[in-house]
């Protein structure tokens, strides 16, 4: 987490791998606000509990900037295709590109919707076709707050009062993190 307590980033979540945050805490760049009660890293000298919540001492400044690709894309269109109104999953949905490639159409926030599979064949290469809202780049605020809709999935139940995430949709999967060998260097 930044130093006022908010993740770096959400969309994905930022995290560093135990390696880094090992690092990071003997850098002096960190306090450690949770351990995994369940994971040590055995080196032939030492034992270390592994860091589950870190907090940076000095404030980040963060890009905020959102990455295109197809999770932010369904977000963005709200898991809709646009040219049915139907729900659907992220595997039922294809990026449909509102002027087709074979046009000179991009693939780019301001050319590409969300479109299930049926739709994206019927469409074709068509331009007669309209989404039902014309695509456009969201800011990181639009998608932060539409992925709150969303189950969000954490290795450790600690870090769920930080996220600032509706509680019933936080899901903890804990991966298998209790056996990791360090090299002592
Ligand atoms: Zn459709």
């Known amino acids: 987490m930044n130093a006022?307590?908010?993740?770096?980033?959400?969309?994905?979540?930022?995290?560093?791998?135990?390696?880094e945050a090992v690092k990071l805490v003997y850098l002096d760049q960190v306090d450690v606000l949770e351990y995994y009660a369940d994971w040590h890293v055995h080196s032939p000298s030492v034992t270390l509990q592994v860091p589950s919540v870190l907090v940076s001492r000095n404030y980040v400044k963060t890009s905020r900037s959102i990455k295109f690709n197809k999770t932010n894309l369904c977000i963005r269109d709200e898991f809709t295709c646009q040219y049915c109104r139907k729900l659907f999953d992220q595997k039922g949905l294809t990026m449909e590109h509102v002027q087709p490639r074979s046009r000179g159409g991009k693939t780019s926030w301001t050319n590409v919707s969300m479109a299930c599979s049926p739709c994206?064949?019927?469409?074709?290469?068509?331009t007669d076709w309209k989404p039902i809202k014309a695509p456009y780049k969201p800011t990181y605020g639009e998608i932060?707050?539409?992925?709150?809709?969303?189950?969000?999935?954490?290795?450790?139940?600690?870090?769920?009062?930080?996220?600032?995430?509706?509680?019933?949709?936080?899901?903890?999967?804990n991966p298998n993190v209790n056996i990791d060998i360090m090299e002592d260097s």
């Open 144 to 173: 932060l707050v539409k992925a709150k809709h969303l189950p969000i999935y954490i290795p450790d139940a600690k870090w769920a009062p930080y996220l600032g995430w509706p509680p019933h949709l936080v899901h903890v999967r």
């Open 120 to 126: 994206n064949t019927a469409k074709g290469n068509r």
């Open 4 to 19: 006022d307590y908010t993740p770096m980033a959400v969309a994905p979540l930022s995290t560093v791998n135990w390696r």
